[in-house]
């Protein structure tokens, strides 16, 4: 059976704490849009994560954090930028992977969706690259100006700026793909 047939889970990460904020929006859009291959789940537990400290016994909110990356095939970011950097809580729950290794191979997409954005999204292309995250090509996207791309029901409503997303989706899943075609060969 080649893996084109298999469902692919994807874990998208909202760096918005509130569940109107546009980047919270941005990751339901982004699940609807799904090819039907494709499971979107959205992590809902960042406000959850204690400040990490990997001195202490690990809560049971991060071990399911780290679970929930462990079982996706890929992890999509969609991230604001607070006062020119990444959002604390989203920085804070990528802390938590640091000794686990989640993160390291695992296909990876970000999308910097802000004001402006383009500081948070070099900081976070650094830190996911310290962390060996598999970013591919056109896997990175940063689109400033956010708002003025939804509709009043929330909606992504400027069709450059969802097709620039589908891209980024897509060339997410064409990774997720190739790496399991390559773990199959070796197998």
């Known amino acids: 059976m080649s893996y084109m047939n298999r469902r692919i889970k994807i874990l998208a990460v909202s760096g ?20 039907a ?5 959205i992590y809902e537990g960042l406000a959850t994560l204690p400040a990490f400290d990997d001195s202490t016994t690990i809560s049971e909110s991060v071990t399911e954090w780290r679970r929930q990356l462990s079982d996706a095939d890929g992890v999509l970011i969609c991230s ?3 006062a020119f950097g990444v959002p604390g ?4 729950a990528i802390e938590w992977t640091v000794k686990s290794s989640e ?3 695992k296909p990876l997409a970000l999308i910097t969706a802000a004001s402006s954005g383009d500081k948070a999204h070099a900081a976070w292309l650094q830190i996911f690259s310290a962390l060996s995250a598999d ?8 689109i400033p100006f956010i708002r ?6 929330g909606e ?16 997410l899943i064409q990774t997720i793909d190739k790496k399991a075609s390559e773990e199959m060969e070796q197998t």
């Open 37 to 41: 291959n494709v499971a979107i789940s």
């Open 148 to 153: 003025t791309k939804f509709n009043e029901k």
């Open 103 to 105: 993160l390291v191979n």
């Open 16 to 35: 918005g704490l509130r569940p109107t904020s546009t980047n919270a929006l941005l990751v339901k859009e982004i699940q609807k849009w799904a090819p």
């Open 80 to 82: 604001p930028e607070y």
């Open 135 to 142: 970013i591919p090509a056109g896997g990175a996207l940063l």
């Open 156 to 171: 992504v409503s400027d069709a450059a700026t969802k097709e620039a997303i589908l891209n980024t989706l897509q060339a």
């Open 89 to 92: 809580a989203l920085k804070n």
